[in-house]
């Protein structure tokens, strides 16, 4: 069966930067693309980007470029995304989902605090 | 960007009652290949986005059919035809047809 498998919560300080993955099964990691979303305390779902596994082509919102990288490995099927230059108001949980938004991963809690 | 406007946001039900979400995009959302491609999520307390409908009326795999989808070109609505316990959570629609992908601010389901 298809699952996204994410790495664990993070506590960052603002400034510095935080890595998740997003571990792919039960089909080809470079048949689908994947995308980010995060979703702040009680608020509601922002796209932040999407890459192709196959090319490694990437379409990040306009708000996050320059802070956020997504890059694949297909040997391990694993998908990452970076966030830099953290600031508290980037506290949420972060998301990972195949293409359609079918599947996610179970998300991955990040906390920027001093 | 596209706008995706929810309403309402807030919507006790009693048990047994139908319920309906409406949501609205500030653009069209026929793709160039003349398909539609509006999403409805359901998120319940603690757990991930769970996708139900795609492409406006296609409900997913496991998805009862109490819940369906309907509308055209900026107006949507999703329709539970009769409201169960285990409906509870937040609904969401998201456009997946241009380019930054959005979502509605959700409406929070709860039982009367």
């Known amino acids: 069966q298809v699952q996204l498998v994410q790495s664990g919560a993070e506590v960052k300080k603002p400034g510095a930067s935080v890595t998740i993955s997003c571990k792919a099964s039960?089909?080809?990691?470079?048949?689908?693309?994947v995308h980010w979303v995060r979703q702040a305390p009680g608020q509601g779902l922002e796209w932040m980007g999407v890459i192709n596994p196959t090319g490694g082509g990437k379409n990040y919102a306009q708000n996050l470029q320059g802070r956020v990288t997504m890059t694949r490995d297909t040997s391990t099927s694993t998908v990452y995304m970076e966030l830099s230059s953290l600031r508290p108001e980037d506290t949420a949980v972060y998301y990972c989902?195949?293409?359609?938004?079918?599947?996610w991963g179970q998300g991955t809690m990040v906390t920027v605090s001093s | 960007d596209v706008v995706m406007t929810q309403s309402p946001l807030s919507l006790p039900v009693t048990l047994g009652q139908p319920a309906s979400i409406s949501c609205r995009s500030s653009q069209s959302l026929v793709y160039s290949d003349g398909k539609t491609y509006l999403s409805w999520f359901q998120q319940r307390p603690g757990q991930s986005p769970r996708r139900l409908i795609y492409e406006v009326s296609n409900r997913d795999s496991g998805v009862p059919d109490r819940f369906s989808g309907s509308g055209s070109g900026t107006d949507f609505t999703l329709k539970i035809s009769r409201v169960e316990a285990e409906d509870v959570g937040v609904y969401f629609c998201m456009q997946p047809t241009r380019w930054p992908y959005t979502f509605g601010q959700g409406t929070k389901l709860e039982i009367k």
């Open positions: 039960g089909y080809s990691l470079t048949s689908y693309r």
């Open positions: 989902a195949r293409d359609g938004c079918e599947f």
